[in-house]
C-alpha cells in the first residue's frame, strides 16, 4: 500500500501505448542522417566481400553504381570514397594520393558524369590507403612529419576537387592542415569546396577491419599514436575542434562513435556546428558479428545509431545506412 502524499505528475503515463511513445519522441532517424562508405577497386565487374566486415563489399568502378543507385533510392545525401590501392601502387611517399588517373579521381568524374549533383561525395584526405609504411603521412625515423605531409595533401585535396569532390575529409590530424588546404582551395577557384575535418580522431584499437578493406593492416609499421587523440583525453578534443574551425572547416568528425559518446555531446554544446560521428569498422563488425540465433539483431543497431543522434551528432557515417530501413522495421 502507498502511503503519504503522491506526485500528481505520473512520467508512465506518456509510455502507455505507442501512439502516446511516437508523439513525443525526441531523437530518431531517417536516410538524411547517413553518409553511406563505398570502398573502391582496380579491375572490372568486382563485387568483393571483405571478410572482416561481413556485408561490406569493394566494387569495380564499373559497379560502383549498384550501391549508389541504392543509396539514391533510400533517400541517402551522401556517400564517402575509399580505395583498396593495390601493394605495386604504394610507395613510401605516397605518390599514388595525387595520381589524376587513380582510383579516387576516376569514380568522382564517373559519378558526377552520371548522377550530376543528385547525390553528394565525399573524399578521404590522406595518405594511409597509399603508402607502402601505411601510414597518414610521410615518415622519417620513425616519426610521421607534419608540415611536409601537408603539402602532399594540399595537392590531394586540389585534386579531388578539380575532378568534382564536393566534401574534402582530411583524416590525417596533422595540425595546421585545414587552414592551408581551405587557403589553396580558395585560391584555386574552389571556395564552394566544403572541409570536413577529421578535428577529433582518436588513436583506436576499433580501425582494424577498415585499414582492411583499404589493404593498409598488414603494413602499418608501429602505431598511430604521435599524431592521432589519446583515447584517455577529451579536453584535448575541444582544442582540437576550436582550431580547426578557425582555419576554415565547415563540419566536425568525432572518430569512433559508440565509445566516444560523452566527446560528440561534448562538442557539440560547446560549438554549435555540424558534427558527424563515424560508426567506425570495428564497431561495425562488433555488432554484426555479435548474433543471436545467427540473426544479426536489429534493435541494437538501432538503438546504437539513435545512441550516436541522441548525443548530438547531425548526420552519422555508418556502413549500415544502405540498410537503415530493415533496421528501421
Known sequence: MITGKFPNLRLRRSRRYDWSRRLIEENNLSSNDFILPIFLIDGKNKKQKIQSMPGVFRYSLDKMNLVIDKALKKGIPMIALFPYTEKKKKNFLGTEAINENNLVCNAIQLIKKKYKNEIGIMCDVALDPYTSHGHDGLLKDGYILNDETIKILIDQSL??????????????????????????????????????????????????????????????????????????????????????????????????????????????????????????????SLLTNGVYKGIVNKNIVLESLIALKRAGANAIVSYYADRLDQIIK
Request: hydrophobic residues 35%; contains cysteine; charged residues 30%.
Open 159 to 284: 585534386l579531388q576537387a578539380q575532378m568534382g569532390c564536393d566534401v574534402l575529409a582530411p583524416s590525417d590530424m596533422m595540425d595546421g592542415r585545414i587552414g592551408e588546404i581551405r587557403k589553396s582551395l580558395d585560391k584555386n577557384g574552389f571556395k564552394m569546396t566544403q572541409i570536413l575535418s577529421y578535428a577529433v580522431k582518436y588513436a583506436s584499437n576499433f580501425y582494424g577491419p577498415f585499414r582492411d578493406a583499404v589493404g593498409s593492416k598488414r603494413l602499418l609499421k608501429g602505431n598511430k599514436k604521435t599524431y592521432q587523440m589519446d583515447y584517455k583525453n577529451s579536453d584535448e578534443s575541444l582544442r582540437e575542434v576550436a582550431l580547426d574551425i578557425k582555419e576554415g572547416a565547415d563540419m566536425i568528425m568525432v572518430k569512433p562513435g559508440l565509445p566516444y559518446l560523452d566527446i560528440i555531446k561534448l562538442v557539440k554544446e560547446n560549438f554549435r556546428l555540424p558534427v558527424i560521428a563515424y560508426q567506425v569498422s570495428g564497431e561495425y
